[in-house]
């Protein structure tokens, strides 16, 4: 599926920014930037099912120029935000929109009373866990062959809010 964004970066173009609830309309440009994300994407009934079918679930989108180039998603565990994915557009990346994404939901959640979010990384994914790293994020463990696509492990982190 393409997604309704052109692969190139935004730069000076940038006029609104917007971090919004992610909706159902939305789903198709999200697959499309979760395809290009991960080696094991979520299909789209997985993200109709998150927003219709369960409670805990907070999706959010990133929209410029009233294009979507970003999601997060949380679930809420008591006081805990377990983050369940989080992805930028290929085209958006290395422009600091993952970071604007996730500091402006950081603060929405503590703003509602969450006190820490925690995320498993893959280890060959440098690049997240930097961003996690500046974010204040820790590692605090490791969950082995968490993975099915290649039995990779993944680093557990925690960050205060
Ligand atoms: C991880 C991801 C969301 C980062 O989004 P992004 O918009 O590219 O990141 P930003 O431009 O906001 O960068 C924020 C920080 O991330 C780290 N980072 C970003 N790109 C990097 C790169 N190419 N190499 C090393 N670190 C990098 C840096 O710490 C950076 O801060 P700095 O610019 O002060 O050095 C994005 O790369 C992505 O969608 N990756 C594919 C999906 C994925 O891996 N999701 C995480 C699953 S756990």
Redesign the pocket.
Known sequence: MKNNIEDQQLGKETKTVVVRPMRIEDIPSIVAIEEV??SNPWRAESFLSELNNNRVARYYCLEINERVVGYMGVWLIINEAHITN???WPG?????????LMRHVMRELKKIGLMSIT?E?RVS????Q??YT?LGFKAAGIRRKYYSDNKEDAIIMWAKL
Not at 92 to 100: A, F, N
Not at 125 to 128: F, K, M
Request: with cysteine; hydrophobic share 45%.
């Open positions: 994300s991960f989080v992805a930028i958006c990346r290395g422009q600091g929109w993952g970071e604007y995320l990384v994914n440098t690049i997240a930097n961003l500046k």
